[in-house]
């Protein structure tokens, strides 16, 4: 079992910056390809951004250019900084692991960006 801990969501004008971490309890996380994804209510939750286990990121189009995905393999730990973040941005974040066939998820922290 995999837990994925969540942290750094909160309020934000537009134009701001904020950072998310999540924390892995795995000693697999340095072979593990981990993501942030977001949700809307109503809407499916879409890839924000992932990470290879050899650290090759990949971004939607929507946040390319503007956000920022890393790991810390000692520390277990992925982050996501986000930059100029704007109003449409405003979502539940949540972490993944992808473990061969699972998924793991965490409870999600939710960003707000204010006009």
């Known amino acids: 079992q995999v837990q994925l801990v969540e942290s750094g969501g909160g309020l934000v004008q537009a134009g701001g910056s904020l950072r998310l971490s999540c924390a892995a309890s795995?000693?697999?996380?340095?072979?593990?390809?981990m993501g942030w994804y977001r949700q809307v209510p109503g809407k499916q939750r879409e890839l924000v951004a992932s990470i290879t286990s050899g650290g090759s990121p990949n971004y939607s189009d929507s946040v390319k250019g503007r956000f920022t995905i890393s790991r810390d393999n000692a520390e277990n730990t992925v982050y996501l900084q986000m930059n100029s973040l704007k109003p449409e941005d405003t979502a539940a974040y949540y972490c993944?692991?992808?473990?061969?066939?699972?998924?793991?998820w965490g409870q999600g922290t939710q960003v707000t960006v204010s006009s």
């Open positions: 993944n692991a992808n473990i061969g066939i699972i998924n793991y």
């Open positions: 795995t000693r697999l996380f340095s072979i593990v390809s």
